[in-house]
């Protein structure tokens, strides 16, 4: 099970967290200005390996924080 | 349903060719069964299906085979309405068993508000050609008398939403049957075989890389599961796709029948009889996005906890086996299926928690479209330009834990 060390709580399990999105640019080459709103709403990086993402301590200081996590082992990195 | 050894399955493997009519990348259920549907009923036989396994080893293996169509909304209950059907012949189809077996599916409600949605839904159900019937709690006792309808006392059942037609059948029959089929009809399966990239026209695709070489074709399908993004990124394709861990698990021999699948809403779990006595018990699944396959201990105390509230006798059972799939999540809830803008590329994807019961239906629907170009007409909602158009099929019953 994924463990995630909160700034205010330590460590704590993945359970008390509410995952809130992973953090990501649109793509460049996307030049449309209503393209790069459907990107931004609806479109997703779905990276196999680092990403960075932001979670919510849902279950206890109710702040959120921004980790990096390796999704091909649900690791957190840092 | 005993005839595990009564004929035996003729897959025959083909060296790759360096060019095919169609490459389809993933031997699922779906990619076997546009093969399949491709050779028979279009006459396409010049086709390849590229797995990076062996056939079935994604999430066509480790999927918990509920078959149903009791939906929540009008074109995702007609097709998988379709679906449903297409399965309770497919036998004679395709000329081998695959352990169907028709078992009724019950929804319960603990709640005035869930009794409510139930009986919304079992009315859209049978508007759209789905039989569901509300039954009530002495009902549900007698198709399955295991029940506890106190729910240990915090969750008690008010009734249910009955589906009779839902059934299961046994999954990897169902991939060989279609591997079968497909490779009767000159259908070249190449397990082992990894995708690398795509091959690049200009704008268009026009074949694979794989660790096998390269291979032409004049149209490419994605019929990958969690990895779906990868592939459809070499193309430039973006997809509103995540990939979630799914988790299941059986438990020893019960030695009682259960005939029915009894499924929660709200305890968002759902229990059937495997054909070798086990309880198979699933649940939602893992909230965050990972393409990891370990199983997690927290999973097993939740969803056995939860499944002792409505089936006490479950305490007395041990847990025998606990597996993880790769689930391409769409972001309504709905497959996304057919055109991608990229000439010569075609995705069918989203498939989620819930694509082992549309194997028929989709690999026949995206068959046609292949054969024709033109969209038929249960597939057509659910195209990738549906999110551009704001019109998206948000379905969050397609999951059957919400």
Known sequence: MLWITCPTCGLRPVEEYRFGGELRGIPEWITDPAERDVDYVWMRDNLEGMTTERWFHAAGCRRWLTLRRDTSTDTVVA | ?402
């Open chain 2, 1 to 402: 349903m005993i005839d595990f050894i009564e004929r035996r399955i003729a897959l025959e493997w083909h060296e790759p060719r360096r060019s095919y009519e169609v490459v389809i990348i993933g031997a699922g259920g779906h990619g076997l069964a546009t093969a399949y549907y491709l050779a028979h009923r279009h006459g396409i036989a010049s086709v390849a299906v590229i797995e990076a396994g062996y056939i079935g080893s994604g999430n066509s293996g480790r999927n918990t085979t509920i078959i149903r169509a009791n939906y929540g909304i009008p074109e995702a209950i007609r097709f998988y309405q379709h679906s449903l059907e297409l399965y309770q012949t497919l036998e004679e189809e395709l000329d081998s068993s695959i352990m169907h077996e028709t078992r009724g599916l019950m929804w319960l409600a603990h709640t005035e508000t869930q009794m409510r949605g139930e009986r919304a839904r079992s009315l859209l159900n049978r508007a759209c050609g789905a039989e569901t019937v509300m039954i009530t709690p002495s009902e549900a006792k007698e198709l399955c008398p295991q029940l506890d309808l106190s729910g240990g006392g915090r969750y008690p059942v008010l009734g249910a939403s009955y589906h009779p037609a839902a059934a299961t059948a046994r999954h990897d029959r169902v991939v060989w049957a279609y591997a079968q089929g497909a490779m009767r009809r000159g259908v070249h399966v190449l397990p082992h075989t990894t995708v690398t990239g795509l091959l690049r026209d200009g704008p268009r695709v026009t074949g694979v890389e794989t660790s096998a070489g390269p291979i032409a074709a004049g149209v490419v399908l994605s019929a990958v599961g969690g990895r779906v993004s990868t592939i459809a990124a070499h193309a430039g394709v973006r997809l509103p796709i995540r990939t979630h861990p799914l988790q299941a698990f059986v438990t020893n021999f019960y030695d009682f029948p259960f005939p029915g699948i009894i499924g929660d809403t709200e305890l968002a779990c759902y229990v059937s009889q495997t054909e070798r006595g086990q309880l198979l018990i699933g649940a939602e699944y893992d909230a965050q996005p990972s393409y990891s396959l370990a199983s997690s201990f927290s999973f097993l105390r939740r969803s056995s906890a939860k499944m002792m509230h409505l089936l006490p006798f479950v305490r007395d059972l041990r847990i025998l086996r606990q597996w993880t799939g790769i689930c391409d999540i769409s972001a309504d809830f709905s497959p996304v299926m057919g055109e991608t803008g990229v000439a010569g590329f075609l995705v069918t994807t989203g498939w989620g928690t819930w694509g082992f019961k549309a194997i028929p239906a989709g690999g026949e629907q995206m068959a046609e479209l292949i054969a024709t170009g033109r969209a038929p007409t249960l597939l057509q909602p659910f195209g990738l330009d549906r999110f551009a158009a704001d019109h998206t099929m948000a379905d969050p019953g397609s999951a059957g834990t919400h």
